[in-house]
């Protein structure tokens, strides 16, 4: 069992040069609370406890739970998602960041070159054939924007070219569905697309989303399989309800059901319709890649809601709830596996950080003394912040040891060229409460 270095935690530990470590972590959660309210939203309370309660009622009913509860889903999943967790051999592209929609939700502002790409087209053609030429496994690809429909031939093109260059790569295509027709679709089922998303905004009027429904029970004519991406707004569930109710009469492969964000703009919508960052906001805290922005509060608590609904009307398309935080571990995966690191170091198979355990001043000696007993030489003692780091495997040696160990999360960034090893997080627990198989 780990405990997390909350400021409470870290009240109750005995070791002072280990609480005054943790204090550097405490000061960094300090940190990025203050910049939450600084950008005009508040925190919201703690939901941990009602979250957890929904988490295991959804276990019991037979949700299906991947990548450490990050990704719930009943029914089915498409396996674009299931790739999407490593990032290994999928990759998502876009023409243009143009969109005939201004979701104020929406974070492609955040995107690098944003300006640029919301006026201009990227060379898709190129990035294919870059792709090829590196010679890598491409299993999954995506087309992406903005709205890929904006320019129609161009995705067809793209598919086109995609099936051509990598014939067995699983595709998919984003869309908002309001340009979409027979033509495209028929175009598109030539081209071999695989999987279409279409994404549906609750708060439009009810004749553009009929409009939408038809659309996308025509999609099933043309294209394998039909699915929905859509984040849960919180005070939406009832809506929500009826919209899978439709969506499972049509008979589509499945719904995603994103994690609604604030994409740090829009501040004054988001103030208005009372939305409060969700608290934690995450569990390791680090400058992701994901553009997505911060969590907003008790979307997931309905996405749960929404999956034990499908379970409980014993629905037949299948339905993900796909976290922020499930957005972020490709990156993580990637900056780490396969890495050159110290021997200290044990890679995480369940969350893919770097991990080490670390003890504090006093219990230095104690631990050193076990392992010249056992002639266990992989260790560093850190002079600078007095502890001594050491493999995780080796804290069942020190189970007649009555001490507090750190466990470290690491992250390999690249910096000029080199690599280095970032701490992001202590967790605390002893040799009595450590184990291996369920902590790391």
Known sequence: MLRNLSPEQLASVKNPVLRDYGQIYVKIADSFNEWVVQTGLELDKDLSEETETLLKRLQSKGALFRNEGKSIYVNQISPACVACQKGVGSVSLFISLMCHRDCYFCFNKNQDNYEQFSKHKRNYRDELDSLSHKGGKLVHLGLTGGEPLLHKMETVDFFQQAKAKFPKVYTRLYTSGDLLDEEILKELQKAQLDEIRFSIKVDDPHA???????????????????????????????????????????????????????????????????????????????????????????????????????????????????????????????????????????????????????????????????????????????????????????????????IEIGISYNVMEKRDNESYLRELRLDVTSPKQFDLKSDI
């Not at 629905?315 to 571990?329: D, F, I, P, R, V």
């Not at 110290?342 to 003890?359: C, E, G, I, P």
Request: charged letters at 25%; aromatic letters at 12%; hydrophobic letters at 45%.
């Open 208 to 402: 553009l989303q009929q409009d939408i429904f038809a659309k996308i029970a025509l999609a099933k004519a043309f294209i394998p399989a039909v699915m929905v991406e859509m984040p849960v707004i919180p005070g939406t569930l009832d809506t929500m309800k009826d919209l899978l109710l439709k969506l499972d009469s049509i008979g589509i492969f499945g719904i995603n059901l994103l994690e609604f964000c604030f994409p740090l703009n829009n501040t004054e919508v988001f103030m208005k319709k009372e939305f409060k960052v969700k608290n934690p906001a995450y569990r390791v805290l680090y400058d992701y890649w994901y553009a997505g922005g911060l969590p907003i509060s008790r979307s997931e608590m309905e996405c749960l809601q929404l999956l034990e609904f499908i379970l409980d009307q014993k629905l037949t398309l299948g339905a993900q709830y796909c976290s922020l935080e499930n957005k972020h571990t490709a990156q993580i995966y990637q900056q780490n596996h396969g890495q050159r690191v110290s021997k200290t170091l044990m890679f995480s198979n369940r969350d893919y950080f770097y991990k080490s355990a670390k003890v504090f001043g006093a219990d230095i000696p104690k631990v050193l003394k076990v392992f010249k007993k056992l002639h266990n030489t992989n260790y560093i003692i850190n002079e600078d912040y007095q502890f001594l780091e050491f493999h995780v495997e080796k804290i069942k040696d020190l189970a007649k040891l009555d």
